[in-house]
């Protein structure tokens, strides 16, 4: 990554314009489907749900767009993570191989239906 998109995004992220940004929407979508919009701390289902990022992105602007990046929380745990003073560094290396451990959903696709020559 170049240093002049590294502090794009470092701006971005002290503004906090990055949370508008479509690339970030889609970050976000895609930590949200890979981990099944599950809390993988508490599993909680559905609900109110934020997509966490695992190393800062303030700290790791490179990493901010990558989906290992990232981990799905409850509001609660997220939440109680960034409350506690090394709840942060704590989880890092969980999240990291929850991160790498749950694959994408394969995505299911009609079998095509072909006519039969007679």
């Known amino acids: ?3 002049d998109s590294k502090e794009k995004i470092r701006k971005q ?3 906090g314009t990055i949370y508008r940004t479509k690339k970030y929407r889609d970050w976000r979508t895609r930590v949200f489907k890979r981990d099944r919009f599950k809390c993988q701390l ?3 289902v559905g609900g109110y749900i934020e997509a966490h990022h695992i190393k800062l992105k303030s700290v790791f602007p490179e ?6 990046n990232g981990i ?3 509001g609660k745990c997220h939440k109680s993570i960034h409350q506690e003073d090394e709840g942060h560094k704590r989880y890092v ?12 959903r394969p995505t299911l696709r009609r079998k095509r239906r072909t006519r039969r020559l007679k």
Do not use: V
């Open 63 to 68: 990493l901010t767009f990558l989906s290992t």
């Open 1 to 3: 990554m170049k240093k």
């Open 42 to 44: 508490c599993e909680k």
């Open 93 to 104: 290396r969980k999240f990291m191989k929850l991160a790498r451990e749950n694959k994408p």
């Open 13 to 15: 992220i002290k503004k």
């Open 72 to 74: 799905t929380l409850c």
